[in-house]
C-alpha cells in the first residue's frame, strides 16, 4: 500500500475528533513521510501550529542551542543523537531491530515525530508497514519454548547479564549519560528536569539491583524429598521463548528499560514496541547496551503502528505479550491473544483522607504537596496520577484546598512542571469539565481553562490545560451510574475529580472504591489503625501506601508496582514482578531408584 493510500486508510480509522487533527497535518504527533520530500518549508510549520520565524522549543524552556553551555556533559560515545539539537534541520533518526541488524523502514518508509511543544518534526522513525513483518515474524519464532537459556541450559547467560547491567548501571552514573537521558525524555515527553532524571535514576538503580549474581538469584529452585530413596521434587521458574513488550509514551525509559530487562533475565528472547513518539529514547538504550556487551541477535526493536503490531503479534504469536498503557486496547488484546498476555491497563487511582487531621502545619502543608505532585507531576500523565481524591470533611478545618490551588497555579509551560497532554486534547478536558460542572453540586475548584490562555506552541492534537480540579458531591457519584461513569473516567492529563465525606458517609466510599474497575494504585493518608483497617481491608489496589505520607504517584526501584484483582496483571521492579511477569513454574520430579530388591510386579489397579 502506498503511503498516500495507507494515510487515507488511517484517516477513515480516527474519530471525528482526530480526523481533524490529520486535517492540520498531525495524528498524536505522527506523519508518514515520503522519504523523497526534503526540508521544513514555511506552508508545513504552519500546519503544525508553528509560523515561521516562531521561537523554538529551546526558547520556551530558556535554553539556547545556538551556544551550548561549556559546562555541560559531553554526549555519550554510543549516541547517535543530541537532545538539544534535534530540529527539522537535525531530526533524530530512530531505526529498527530484526535478527540481529540495525534496518531501516519498509522500502524506506519513515513516520514524523512531531515536537510536542512546537508541531515541528523533530525525528524520523523508520517505519516498518504490514507488508515488511515477514522477517519480525521468523525471527521471533525462532526462538524456541524453552528460551535462550534456563536452568539447564546456557546458564552462563545467567552471569553475562549479570555483569551487563553492573556495566549498564555504571555507565548510566556517568553525569553525561544522566544527563543525555535526562534530557532525551525531556524532549519526547516533556517534563520537568527533575521528573525526567529521577525517571533515569530509577533505571540506574533497578540495573544495579540486578547486577552480578542477582540475574541467577532470580532462578533459584526449591526442592521437596519424595516418597522413597532417589526421589526428589524440584521447582523452577522457567523462561517462555518468544515474548512481545508494547509501552506507552509517559516513562520513555523506565517502563521498557524494567519490562526487556525482566524478560531478558529469565531467558526470554523479546521483540520490543515502544509508542512511536518517544522510541528514539530505547533506541539510544539499545545501542548503550550493545555497548556494554548485550548480544544484538537478543531483542528486536520494531517502529511501527498500533495496527501492524496488532498483526506481528497475531501472526507471530508470542508465548506471552506484556502490554503497557489503555485498558480497552489490554482487553482486546486478552481474547485476541487467547489470554497469553501481562496487562498494566489504564488506572483510575485514589486517595482517601482519613479523619484524624494534623495538628501541625507543616504536616498539612506536605499533604497539599503530596496530592499536587501526585495529581500534577508529569502534567498528571501517569497511570498511578491521582485520579479522585477523597476527603474526610475533617480537612475543611485546614488550608488544604487553598494550598493546592496555590500549589497548582505555579505550575508553568517555561521549566515544564505543566506541559503539553499527549493523548487528549485540550478540548476533550474541557468537554469534560464542562460535562462534570452539570452534576448536581459540582464546581471547579481550580483550572479548567487552556494553558497560557493559549498563548503557546503546543500543537492542536496535543492538550494544553491548567491543572484542574472539579468538585462532585459523593452522593451524586454514587447515586447515579451515569454520573459515576463520567466521574471516573480517566482522563490522562492533569486533571482529578475532589470529593468529600462524613463519617456516616465512609460506607458510600467503600461502595463507590468497590465499583471501580482499575486496580493499580491508592492512597490512605491516616494514622488511624481503625481507619487504616477499614479501608485495607475493603480496597483491592496492587500497590497501595498508608498513612500520613501516603502517595499514589512514585513507582521506585525498591517495591512491587502493579495492579491486583486481575489474574492477568504484570508487575515491574522487584524480584516477585519479574519472576510472575516473565516465567512460569515448572517441576520436575526426578526419581533414579534404586528399585527396592524385593520389588515384584503387583496386580493391575
Not at 523554538?56 to 530558556?62: H, N
Not at 533524530?92 to 541488524?101: D, F, L, M, Q, S
Not at 519424595?226 to 521463548?241: E, I, K, L, T, V
Request: hydrophobic fraction near 40%; proline fraction near 6%; aromatic fraction near 6%.
Amino acid at each position: 500500500m502506498s503511503l498516500v493510500k495507507r494515510a487515507a486508510t488511517l484517516t477513515s480509522r480516527v474519530s471525528h475528533a482526530r480526523a481533524q487533527a490529520l486535517s492540520r497535518g498531525c495524528v498524536s504527533g505522527r506523519r508518514l513521510h515520503d522519504t523523497s520530500r526534503k526540508g521544513d518549508s514555511p506552508t508545513r510549520r504552519e500546519k503544525h501550529g508553528m509560523a515561521a520565524g516562531q521561537q523554538s522549543w529551546s526558547t520556551l524552556v530558556g535554553a539556547k542551542l545556538e551556544k551550548i553551555k561549556a559546562d555541560e556533559p559531553a554526549l555519550p560515545s554510543f549516541a547517535t543523537c543530541n537532545p538539544d539539537m534535534l530540529s527539522p534541520q537535525k531530526p533524530g533518526k530512530v531505526k529498527n531491530i530484526v535478527a540481529g541488524k540495525w534496518v531501516e523502514g519498509t522500502g524506506g518508509a519513515i513516520s514524523e515525530v512531531l515536537d510536542p511543544l512546537t508541531g515541528q518534526v523533530f525525528i524520523e522513525c523508520a517505519e516498518v508497514l504490514e507488508e515488511g513483518l515477514d522477517p519480525y515474524v521468523a525471527s521471533l519464532q525462532s526462538c524456541p519454548k524453552y528460551g535462550l537459556h534456563n536452568p539447564f541450559l546456557n546458564v552462563k547467560r545467567y552471569l553475562d547479564y549479570g555483569q551487563i547491567s553492573a556495566k549498564a548501571a555504571q555507565m548510566m552514573a556517568d553525569p553525561a549519560v544522566e544527563h543525555f537521558f535526562a534530557r532525551l525524555i525531556q524532549r519526547v515527553s516533556p517534563k520537568s528536569y527533575a521528573q525526567a532524571k529521577g525517571e533515569v535514576v530509577v533505571t540506574r538503580k533497578f540495573l544495579e539491583n540486578f547486577s552480578g549474581d542477582q540475574v541467577r538469584f532470580l532462578v533459584k529452585s526449591f526442592g521437596v524429598p519424595g516418597d522413597h530413596a532417589g526421589q526428589m521434587s524440584n521447582g523452577y521458574r522457567w523462561p517462555y521463548g518468544g515474548v512481545a513488550i508494547v509501552t506507552p509514551f509517559n516513562f520513555p525509559l523506565e517502563i521498557p528499560v524494567l519490562q526487556l530487562m525482566g524478560a531478558l533475565y529469565m531467558g526470554n528472547r523479546p521483540v520490543l514496541k515502544v509508542d512511536h513518539k518517544v522510541a528514539i529514547v530505547m533506541e539510544q538504550y539499545m545501542r548503550m547496551m550493545h555497548a556494554c556487551g548485550m548480544p544484538i541477535e537478543d531483542v528486536d526493536m520494531i517502529n511501527c503502528e498500533g495496527a501492524v503490531m496488532h498483526q506481528l503479534l497475531l501472526r507471530s504469536r508470542p508465548r506471552t505479550t506484556l502490554f503497557t498503557g489503555s485498558s480497552r486496547v489490554a482487553n482486546l488484546l486478552a481474547v485476541d491473544l487467547q489470554g497469553k498476555v501481562k496487562l498494566e491497563g489504564a488506572g483510575y487511582d485514589w486517595k482517601v483522607l482519613g479523619p484524624d487531621v494534623p495538628t501541625d502545619q507543616q504536616a498539612i502543608d506536605y499533604v497539599a504537596h503530596v496530592c499536587d505532585q501526585d495529581a500534577y507531576a508529569c502534567s498528571g500523565q501517569k497511570c498511578s496520577a491521582q485520579s479522585m481524591l477523597l476527603m474526610h470533611k475533617n480537612w475543611h478545618q485546614t488550608d488544604l484546598l487553598a494550598s493546592m490551588t496555590k500549589l497548582a497555579q505555579q505550575r508553568t509551560l517555561k521549566d515544564l512542571t505543566v506541559g503539553p497532554i499527549l493523548s487528549v486534547t485540550t478540548e476533550q478536558v474541557l468537554d469534560h469539565v464542562e460535562a462534570l460542572l452539570k452534576v448536581p453540586g459540582a464546581k471547579l475548584l481550580f483550572g479548567g481553562k487552556e494553558l497560557n490562555g493559549g498563548e503557546h506552541t503546543i500543537p492542536a492534537c496535543f492538550g494544553a490545560v491548567e491543572p484542574t480540579a472539579v468538585f462532585v458531591p459523593i452522593a451524586e457519584i454514587i447515586r447515579s451510574p451515569k454520573v459515576f461513569a463520567l466521574v471516573t473516567t480517566e482522563i490522562f492529563g492533569p486533571f482529578q475529580i475532589v470529593t468529600e465525606f462524613g463519617d456516616e458517609e465512609l460506607p458510600l466510599v467503600l461502595e463507590g472504591l468497590e465499583r471501580l474497575e482499575e486496580h493499580l494504585t491508592a492512597a490512605i493518608v491516616s494514622n488511624d489503625p481503625r481507619f487504616q483497617q477499614t479501608l485495607l481491608a475493603h480496597s483491592v489496589n496492587g500497590t497501595t501506601y498508608c498513612g500520613l505520607r501516603a502517595r499514589t504517584t512514585g513507582a521506585p526501584q525498591n517495591h512491587w508496582f502493579g495492579p491486583a484483582g486481575d489474574p492477568r496483571a504484570a508487575g515491574i521492579g522487584t524480584k516477585e514482578a519479574i519472576q510472575l511477569t516473565w516465567s512460569c513454574h515448572r517441576e520436575i520430579i526426578h526419581d533414579v531408584g534404586p528399585v527396592p530388591a524385593e520389588w515384584k510386579t503387583p496386580p493391575p489397579s
